[in-house]
Structures are given as structure tokens and as C-alpha cells.
């Protein structure tokens, strides 16, 4: 994960992401280099939109809670939930598989 987040971070602040950038920011943080690893997400990088990417992302939004939900309601809502949850784990799933 901390090889996504020094990309990332070099996303976000305009810089190019290659190999020396994400040793870089690895350094700094004092997190071991796995050079294969380094090189591997540069190339799969390479042909990401990462702007699209994570707009396209489903995004998990902290929620409260109802107070106390209808009764009759609750087996719907349940079953919503479910395919919500779904649909979020195969996006998710998806995206993971450019970051591994």
C-alpha cells in the first residue's frame, strides 16, 4: 500500500510518477524499497488516467445511523445494503488489481 500512497502523493502534488519519485518519498518516510515492486506500479501506471480513476472510485461516506428504524423498513433496507456493498467491493476489487 505505501508504494499507492507515494504515487499518490506524487499525483497530487503535479509531480511526474516514476521510479526515482516514489523511492524518494519512500526514503523520506523511511520505508524499505522493494525495487520490483517500484517498477512494476510505474508500468502499470503508466497507462492510467489516476484523475479518472479516482473519480470513478466509490467513495465510503461516514453515516450515522437512524435512531431507530421502522420495523417493516428494515428487511428492505437490509437487502440494499447488501447490493450496495456488493457493487462497492467489485469496484474496489477492480482497482486493486492496478495497485498489486
Not at 499507492?4 to 516514489?22: D, F, M, P, R, T
Not at 519512500?26 to 488516467?49: H, S
Not at 484523475?51 to 428487511?75: C, R, V, W
Amino acid at each position: 500500500m505505501m508504494y499507492v500512497y507515494a504515487a499518490l502523493l506524487l499525483h497530487s502534488s503535479g509531480q511526474k510518477i516514476n521510479e526515482e519519485g516514489i523511492k524518494k518519498v519512500l526514503t523520506a518516510t523511511g520505508g524499505e524499497i522493494d525495487d520490483a515492486r517500484v517498477r512494476a506500479l510505474v508500468a502499470a501506471l503508466n497507462e492510467v488516467n489516476i484523475d479518472e480513476a479516482l473519480k470513478a472510485a466509490p467513495t465510503i461516506a461516514a453515516t450515522t445511523a437512524p435512531a431507530a428504524p421502522a420495523a417493516s423498513a428494515a428487511p428492505v433496507q437490509k437487502k440494499e445494503e447488501k447490493k450496495e456493498e456488493k457493487k462497492e467491493e467489485e469496484a474496489l476489487a477492480g482497482l486493486g488489481a492496478l495497485f498489486q
